[in-house]
């Protein structure tokens, strides 16, 4: 059985995660801040023996780098576990190369960080970390772009996907 944690689960892709599983939620508003070691210890913490999956899935645009943090303090404690499954909600914005804003340009950086991180992490670690790597996905953030959009239950059922079928990596558009 999946026992699920995910961190941002109350909008967008995690809020779809947290509606459809047994999940523990990881958020601002449930007291949790990806952006300090504290917080993020704090997580690891108090996550429930019965969970299996973490889907490190809160970005923060105050520090575009903590939730590569989160991925590495989550696979230095699950890095002996090979039952444990980490899923990592890149972006296909981290194959971006010539960005037209800074902002852009550091969420690009960011996310790619996340990707860098999961190569090395693969050969550290015992515990499964799949990563995907959604293109525009319809939440409240893009709402006022007008381009095709993934849904948020798109992104879920490809983690089920990748979980099911021992998938290492997807990248999903539209």
């Known amino acids: ?19 459809n599983t047994e999940c523990q939620n990881f958020s601002r508003s449930t007291g949790y801040d990806i952006r300090t070691k504290s917080s993020r210890n704090d997580i690891i913490n108090n996550i429930k023996d019965s969970v299996n999956v973490f889907v490190n899935n809160a970005f923060s ?16 404690h699950w890095r002996n576990e090979k039952d444990k499954i980490i899923v990592n909600i890149s972006s296909i914005n981290a194959e971006l190369r010539n960005p037209r804003d800074f902002m852009r340009s550091k969420y690009s950086i960011a996310k790619r960080s ?8 693969r050969q550290l670690c015992d515990c499964r970390i799949i990563n995907i790597k959604p293109g525009m996905v319809d939440t409240e953030y893009n709402k006022h772009k007008d381009a095709p959009k993934l849904q948020p239950s798109d992104i879920f059922d490809n983690i089920l996907y990748a979980i099911k079928n021992n998938i290492q990596d997807i990248t999903i558009t539209k």
Do not use: K, R, V
């Open 114 to 121: 996340q990707d860098n991180a999961i190569e090395h992490l």
């Open 61 to 76: 645009n105050l520090n575009y780098f903590a939730q590569t943090e989160m991925l590495y303090d989550i696979a230095e």
């Open 1 to 19: 059985m999946l026992n699920f944690a995910i961190t941002g689960g109350t909008s967008g892709i995690g809020a779809c995660i947290f509606t």
